[in-house]
């Protein structure tokens, strides 16, 4: 049976082996300077002893292991702890409750105990968003991954009613039969779970169109500290402010998901795509901006910049990459793919070889956790932006983060602006890449919002963003008093969206 990496990214058999490691490190070398060591993936440490003793009414774990691997999400930053064996603050227990009864008691145990609750998915969370930082109190992770039943689909209306543990493979493994999908596929769909998903508003990687999860939920059950609450199953809604949107990007700060409808669809029959190359990146921006104004709306339109082109589609060119992709399950799409390729040519554009990238981009988890172990600093981050602020943002970003070398591309357009994604690698002394790695966070953040972006697209504020995510003023006020409100006694997921 395939065994989860208790200290990256998803399979452990999976993980880069020490051929593939060498293969990486002589790519890697043309750009960086290595120290030529390969760091040994530890066993699980011994851990401090938990603080609390396992309840008797609902499953838990109070083992070192299972500790071990809720310690933390998978950003570079938790690879990199789990790798220097950095665990001075693993959760007591790990419950798995069954139902939304036993997530309702395990709160209120916790509660009584004092003990801080932290809702836990995939644990895929980038942005430190499962992790309680702090020693003063006992920490209990609540991981809902038995919470994994799909428990209706409405095929006239296009929904399905699912509980919130369950992951994107299963999902999607139910609704097959049917002909159906959600059509939500983070890169991280693999090990990430609804509820994750609802709370972070994620972003699936079709670059129009539906893209967020808050365009595809109908309706949610939430549970909180004070109470069950339930959101209406509509299409749409104009009764004052839009319920839904309280829990989406809430976190696990406010109250626990327990199960959501969401809006599903017929699968894609009808498939068509094309790499173009461009030879400078600003005729690729301006491409790729016209196709997102042209109401065409790809599934993809991911724009590669030259060096992501190369590492991600190997593209030896010099030149960058509009991967372009069009789907329908009631129509060919061959007259769309064709308006859009005379664009591209319109600004010099030239149909290329066949794209590359899907095998990197699933891959790319792994490669960064073996680029961690050979002693890079990897650090991806995005925002959105005008198209107007584009280019200063750009530039502002490559000088916030140099001498790292970083690549650029679009995950995600928008008719007013992209979404675009940055991975910045640079080298650090072993033992200090966490500070390498929170100096090039802050640089990067500062730079994006001196430059009209957003702190995040879709990966959430967690704890890391926190410094540049409040609003000041009456937003932030009224969110803290929703906290105090619906968890008076601070309990669920403390510290994430800067909410104590
Ligand atoms: C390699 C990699 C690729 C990624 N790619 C993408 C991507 O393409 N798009 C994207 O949007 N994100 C991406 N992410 C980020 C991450 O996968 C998303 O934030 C995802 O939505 C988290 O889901 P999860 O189930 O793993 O949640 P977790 O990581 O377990 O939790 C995330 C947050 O949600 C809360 N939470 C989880 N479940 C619940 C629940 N049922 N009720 C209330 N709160 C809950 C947690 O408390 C925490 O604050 C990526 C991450 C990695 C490591």
């Not at 396992?54 to 691997?69: G, L, M, Q």
């Not at 038995?146 to 992951?167: M, N, P, Y």
Request: charged share 20%; aromatic share 8%.
């Amino acid at each position: 049976m395939a065994v989860r990496s208790w200290w990256g990214w998803g399979w452990a058999d999976q993980a880069l082996d020490a051929h593939e490691l060498e293969q990486l490190a002589d790519r890697v070398r043309a750009f960086l300077p290595l120290d030529g060591e390969i760091t040994r993936v530890p066993a699980v440490p011994e851990l401090r002893a938990p603080r609390l003793k396992p309840p008797s009414s609902v499953e838990c774990r109070a083992d070192d292991e299972a500790r071990a691997s809720h310690s933390y999400g998978k950003a570079y930053r938790d690879v990199i702890r789990c790798l220097n064996q950095d665990l001075a603050s693993p959760p007591d227990l790990v419950v798995y409750p069954a139902d939304a009864d036993e997530v309702q008691r395990a709160m209120a145990w916790a509660a009584e105990r004092g003990a801080a609750v932290i809702p836990y998915g995939g644990g895929s969370s980038v942005v430190g968003g499962v992790e309680y930082r702090g020693a003063d109190r006992p920490v209990v992770v609540l991981d809902l991954s038995k919470l994994d039943e799909v428990l209706e689909i409405d095929e006239v209306s296009l929904a399905v009613r699912t509980q919130a543990g369950i992951f994107g493979p299963a999902l999607e493994h139910r609704l097959r039969p049917k002909g159906l999908t959600l059509r939500h596929f983070p890169q991280s769909f693999e090990f990430s779970t609804v509820g994750g998903w609802l709370a972070t508003r994620a972003g699936g990687h079709f670059a129009t169109g539906y893209t967020h999860i808050d365009d595809l939920v109908e309706s949610m059950s939430v549970l909180t500290p004070t109470g069950m609450a339930h959101t209406a199953r509509v299409p749409a809604s104009g009764a004052g402010p839009e319920p839904n949107r309280l829990w989406l990007g809430s976190e696990g700060a406010l109250g626990v998901i327990t199960e959501a409808w969401l809006r599903v669809q017929q699968r894609p029959v009808h498939k068509e795509g094309v790499a173009i190359a461009f030879e400078t990146f600003g005729q690729a921006v301006t491409a790729t901006r016209l196709i997102a104004q042209s109401g065409l709306n790809p599934a993809n339109c991911r724009l590669l910049d030259p060096l992501e082109a190369m590492l991600g589609a190997g593209a030896l060119d010099g030149g960058s990459r509009l991967i372009l992709g069009f789907e329908s399950a009631d129509h060919p799409v061959s007259a769309q793919l064709k308006r859009a390729i005379e664009i591209c040519r319109g600004q010099g554009g030239v149909a290329s070889d066949a794209e590359k990238w899907r095998g990197t981009f699933l891959r790319g988890p792994y490669l960064r956790d073996g680029l961690a172990r050979l002693g890079v600093v990897v650090e991806t981050f995005e925002t959105a932006c005008t198209w107007s602020n584009f280019e200063s943002l750009h530039t502002a970003v490559l000088e916030a983060v140099a001498p790292g070398f970083v690549t650029c591309r679009f995950t995600h357009v928008y008719p007013d602006g992209p979404a675009p994604y940055f991975t910045v690698y640079a080298t650090a002394p072993r033992g200090g890449e966490v500070a390498v790695w929170d100096e090039l966070k802050a640089h990067a953040s500062q730079a994006l919002l001196a430059n009209g972006g957003t702190i995040t697209h879709h990966h959430a504020v967690g704890r890391d963003h926190v410094p540049w995510y409040h609003p000041p003023g009456p937003f932030t006020e009224a969110l803290r008093a929703v906290k105090r409100t619906l968890d008076p006694q601070g309990i669920l997921n403390p510290g994430v969206l800067g909410l104590g």
